[in-house]
């Protein structure tokens, strides 16, 4: 190490710096200050300036001796050396030079430029942390909070807040920041977003390009104080301009999706791309990647979209692998290969991505593989997914894959509803409206969540609101406002809605009846499958319900609404069957019909198929068939089965 050591390439310096020390910004000053009191950074000079640096600091000047470690450390204009810059570091570091210390210290913790050595990378920490040096103290006291690379029992946390707080108190405005995502994290007892946000705001005063950005975010998503995005743009504006990368990806989030700004897709790339030059994380190449992929902001490129996620999941980074598995498993822009879309799935979900454990789930689901997509299910509703808590409370609610547990769903639906997801708003709202899995007499909170849930949007939401409305549940009645809430469900293409629209045109009940509007809605209802439309238009067909009577499009509309699972119908087109209303008379069709409208739990299709047998029409005369069915109607309400009864067991002649 004593002979002589060749200066940077003067070509090659750019000003730039390396990442091999996390340097505070005194420690750079020093380092800087020194290279330009030699001369180093100046062409004519830096040749001369670099010879009397290294005279220097073999005299044993320290300052001297810490900026050569510094030079070759980071790099600046020449290949990094980091065991020429250990040697100068350890020269100075011995002799109680603190900011040659700490960075010594890093040096031997990650085992760069010397072999790894935790036990002197604590031990100069804290000899440099002694003499109040706030980067050494920092560095210390996250590795005793984090049992980072430590034996468990070198573990404190009390101390090593209490260094971070010193650092913080020395004037690192870094220390206030990790600071503070301790608290916003919950890496720390007494968490709490208010503290969280107090640090942040403290080093953002120091012009702290991190910890503005920071601020900017807490007051973007509500951490530790009210939602406030338009000066969360401004801070943010201000933190980006100051450099931070972390800002600027947060920044183009807010104009891709138009969160407190006006959307800006092309500004959002530009942001996206700065951020990735500055050395970002990931997540800017993978959401760039996407919007090239989506066209937006820019004119669609597939192929570099597909490039840049595909970078990004070889990298390591778990949204971009859920999204390159995505692509192989749809096949558009990949070749389809679903084994690796699998893999890639079960990569992302074993790192904690509840996007992929989610998926997982519905793999699993798809193929029958119930207990497979339940762990996947709790894994992800644990890890933060709302969609996989409205699946997971769906599922405990209606008790067919699993057991049946109304009180496990609503807490499901609570941890979503806490976060605002429309779904699990809607599902808690309808159980404490009824009561069921929740505490009784808490139905106007049911109410509430459901409007919540219906000023997201939800098409379900809205269309129970309008039912609410329209019968005057707990508010008072507004045919109005009902019409206006199924409106805007059906305009979404929520098929319910339309009929229950179509039943208010009908009517006139919020206004002048519109038979044809309410026909129109019908037929969309129809065209979606829904069974209840048909049945509907069915019957204002063969009644003249605001149509003229067609009795052949009613028994077709019937049939329709059948075969789309609305039973209510069987009896009824049962009955055009045995009177050849509108149809072929078929009576052996006609008890056809009765009998699934009895399986179904229609009284009143109980009771035809007991008269069936009475009347010998369809199926021989049989009292005792026809007094079951009577009794089983009779049993589901229809009072009428009660007096064909009696008639069957009257004595002859009374």
């Given at each position: 190490m004593e002979e002589e050591q060749e200066g940077p390439d003067w070509e090659l310096f750019d000003g730039t710096r390396g990442e091999a020390t996390p340097s505070s910004k005194e420690q750079e000053r020093l380092a800087w200050a020194t290279i330009d009191q030699y001369g180093i950074c100046r062409k004519p000079t830096f040749k001369g300036g670099f010879?009397?640096?290294?005279?220097?600091?073999?005299?044993?000047?320290?300052?001297?001796?810490?900026?050569?470690?510094?030079?070759?450390?980071?790099?600046?204009?020449?290949?990094?050396?980091?065991?020429?810059?250990?040697?100068?570091?350890?020269?100075?570091?011995?002799?109680?030079?603190?900011?040659?210390?700490?960075?010594?210290?890093?040096?031997?913790?990650?085992?760069?430029?010397?072999?790894r050595d935790t036990e002197k990378a604590l031990a100069l920490w804290a000899a440099a942390s002694q003499q109040g040096h706030a980067s050494a103290q920092l560095a210390l006291g996250e590795r005793l909070v984090s049992g980072l690379g430590l034996d468990p029992r070198q573990k404190d946390m009390e101390k090593g807040m209490k260094l971070i707080r010193q650092a913080g108190e020395n004037g690192l405005a870094s220390a206030h920041v990790v600071l503070g995502e301790l608290y916003e994290h919950k890496c720390i007892p007494l968490l709490s977003e208010e503290k969280a946000l107090a640090c942040y705001k403290a080093a953002a005063e120091m012009e702290f390009p991190p910890a503005i950005g920071h601020v900017g975010r807490c007051y973007l998503y509500g951490i530790g104080t009210e939602k406030d995005e338009a000066r969360a743009v401004a801070l943010l504006q201000a933190a980006v301009d100051g450099g931070d990368a972390w800002a600027m990806e947060i920044l183009a989030t807010c104009y891709e999706e138009g969160v407190g700004v006006q959307a800006d897709p092309a500004r959002a790339i530009k942001l996206y791309k700065r951020a990735m030059r500055l050395g970002g994380r990931l997540i800017s190449q993978v959401r760039l990647g996407f919007m090239y992929i989506r066209g937006r902001g820019a004119e669609k490129d597939r192929a570099t979209g597909v490039r840049l996620i595909v970078s990004a999941s070889r990298q390591g980074n778990l949204l971009a692998k859920f999204l390159h598995g995505w692509l192989c498993e749809e096949g558009q822009m990949l070749e389809r290969d679903m084994e690796q879309a699998l893999d890639l799935f079960r990569q992302c979900a074993d790192g904690g991505n509840e996007l992929a454990q989610y998926r997982l789930a519905?793999?699993?689901?798809?193929?029958?593989?119930?207990?497979?997509?339940?762990?996947?299910?709790?894994?992800?509703?644990?890890?933060?997914?709302?969609?996989?808590?409205?699946?997971?409370?769906?599922?405990?609610?209606?008790?067919?894959?699993?057991?049946?547990?109304?009180?496990?769903?609503?807490?499901?639906?609570?941890?979503?509803?806490?976060?605002?997801?429309?779904?699990?708003?809607?599902?808690?709202?309808?159980?404490?409206?009824?009561?069921?899995?929740?505490?009784?007499?808490?139905?106007?909170?049911?109410?509430?969540?459901?409007?919540?849930?219906?000023?997201?949007?939800?098409?379900?939401?809205?269309?129970?609101?309008?039912?609410?409305?329209?019968?005057?549940?707990?508010?008072?009645?507004?045919?109005?406002?009902?019409?206006?809430?199924?409106?805007?469900?059906?305009?979404?293409?929520?098929?319910?809605?339309?009929?229950?629209?179509?039943?208010?045109?009908?009517?006139?009940?919020?206004?002048?009846?519109?038979?044809?509007?309410?026909?129109?809605?019908?037929?969309l209802a129809i065209g979606l499958g829904y069974g209840r439309a048909a049945a509907k238009l069915a019957l204002m067909y063969r009644y003249g319900d605001g149509v003229p009577v067609d009795l052949t499009s009613a028994a077709e509309l019937f049939l329709m609404a059948a075969d789309h699972g609305d039973h209510g119908v069987l009896n009824e087109l049962g009955s055009m069957y045995a009177a050849g209303t509108g149809v072929d008379r078929d009576a052996k069709k006609a008890v056809e019909l009765f009998q699934r409208a009895a399986v179904m739990g229609d009284a009143i299709g109980a009771y035809n198929l007991g008269a069936s047998y009475v009347t010998a029409i369809g199926v021989p005369s049989d009292s005792a068939h026809a007094v079951v069915h009577m009794r089983r109607s009779a049993a589901l309400g229809y009072t009428h089965a009660d007096g064909l009864i009696a008639a069957l067991f009257r004595p002859i002649g009374t």
């Open positions: 010879s009397r640096l290294i005279a220097a600091a073999k005299r044993g000047d320290l300052a001297e001796q810490y900026t050569l470690g510094f030079v070759w450390a980071e790099a600046l204009g020449f290949e990094q050396d980091l065991e020429k810059a250990a040697y100068w570091y350890r020269m100075a570091a011995e002799r109680q030079f603190a900011p040659a210390q700490c960075n010594l210290a890093f040096l031997y913790h990650n085992g760069l430029g010397v072999e519905q793999l699993h689901l798809s193929r029958n593989n119930i207990e497979d997509a339940l762990v996947l299910l709790t894994r992800a509703s644990e890890n933060g997914s709302n969609e996989a808590r409205y699946q997971l409370g769906t599922l405990y609610c209606e008790g067919r894959v699993v057991p049946k547990d109304c009180h496990k769903a609503a807490a499901l639906f609570k941890q979503g509803a806490d976060c605002g997801h429309a779904e699990c708003l809607w599902s808690l709202g309808r159980m404490l409206l009824v009561g069921e899995g929740v505490e009784r007499d808490n139905a106007m909170k049911g109410v509430a969540l459901i409007q919540q849930a219906a000023d997201l949007a939800l098409p379900g939401a809205q269309a129970d609101l309008g039912f609410i409305y329209e019968q005057g549940v707990l508010v008072t009645a507004d045919p109005a406002k009902s019409a206006e809430l199924y409106l805007g469900a059906a305009e979404k293409g929520f098929a319910p809605a339309m009929h229950n629209l179509a039943e208010i045109l009908l009517t006139g009940a919020a206004g002048r009846p519109d038979p044809a509007q309410a026909v129109h809605w019908l037929r």
